[in-house]
């Protein structure tokens, strides 16, 4: 499917741009429609919920979007993928937390993933006792806020939808201390590392380590782990996703996105090629702790 929140960005920006256009602020717009707030404008133009079908089709008529147009079919189409639900939306995973239940939205419609991790292993990518080893200790850590057992079942559900058939191209840069911290005990990091290396044959995975001894004197490390999300129609925005401690930092700004996809690039010049990175994680397996 489309991602939901994509076509809700995207909905979003081309909204906001035709009331510009139209020099109108919120509040002007608002005014030019039954039952318009600014509230509702600013709903609809910052992605905060899914929209009612209604109320666009009332700010297209404001703004002066003939009906039946071009403009008016594509912009009522992108309204009604935003509105659609996902399976991280079903009763059954509603434990996943809202923060993970947006990933599997990304992903649900990327068809291309660029990840950049410094510090683990990336959750599409963990083997299931990994996910559960951590979630042990995460749910130590945070006690009730956390519910392990449901955190786990999206997790794996969300590698499901990633490796489906047809699903999207991984490129991934991992640093070498997040192959060499031991995160879970031993006998199931050693399997962790064994199951990267055989990603590394997944015709959707292009997986990079950034050994320690690299030379950055001239590239600039980020300071957290961050996503880039790609989609087939290219009138959809690539998403940032920045992963932070409380709080995932979303963006479909191109000019905020730009400078995370150059230094990805920059990255995977240092980084090992794909045939080495992989030798690499199964001489750390091998080594073990």
Request: hydrophobic letters at 45%.
């Given at each position: 499917m489309t991602s939901p929140y994509v076509r809700r960005l995207r909905l979003g920006n081309e909204l906001r741009e035709l009331r510009k256009q139209a020099g109108l602020t919120s509040e002007g717009l608002a005014q030019k429609f039954a039952g318009g707030t600014r509230l509702k404008v600013s709903r609809l133009e910052t992605a905060a919920r899914k929209p009612d079908l209604g109320d666009v089709m009332k700010v297209l008529e404001a703004l002066g979007v003939e009906t039946g147009s071009g403009r008016w079919l594509s912009l009522v189409q992108v309204a009604r993928d935003g509105a659609e639900r996902g399976w991280w939306e079903k009763p059954a995973y509603s434990g996943m937390g809202a923060r993970q239940a947006l990933w599997a939205d990304l992903e649900a419609g990327a068809t291309y993933i660029r990840m950049y991790e410094p510090a683990t292993v990336p959750g599409v990518l963990q083997?299931?006792?990994?996910i559960h080893a951590r979630n042990e200790t995460v749910a130590a850590t945070y006690a009730g806020a956390f519910d392990a057992v449901a955190t786990a079942s999206g997790r794996l559900r969300r590698q499901e939808e990633v490796f489906r058939p047809g699903g999207p191209m991984l490129d991934v840069i991992l640093e070498e201390q997040a192959l060499r911290r031991l995160a879970v005990p031993p006998a199931i990091m050693r399997a962790q590392l064994e199951h990267l290396v055989a990603l590394c044959e997944h015709e959707q995975v292009t997986l990079r380590v950034l050994p320690i001894e690299i030379d950055v004197v001239s590239v600039y490390l980020p300071r957290g782990p961050y996503n880039l999300f790609s989609f087939s129609d290219p009138n959809d925005p690539v998403v940032l996703l920045a992963d932070?401690?409380?709080?995932?930092v979303v963006s479909g700004d191109a000019d905020e996105v730009a400078p995370y996809?150059?230094?990805?690039?920059?990255?995977?010049?240092?980084?090992?090629?794909?045939?080495e990175s992989a030798a690499h994680i199964a001489k750390l397996a091998k080594a073990g702790w």
């Open positions: 083997t299931s006792e990994f932070n401690l409380t709080a995932d996809a150059q230094l990805f690039d920059r990255l995977a010049e240092g980084a090992l090629p794909p045939a």
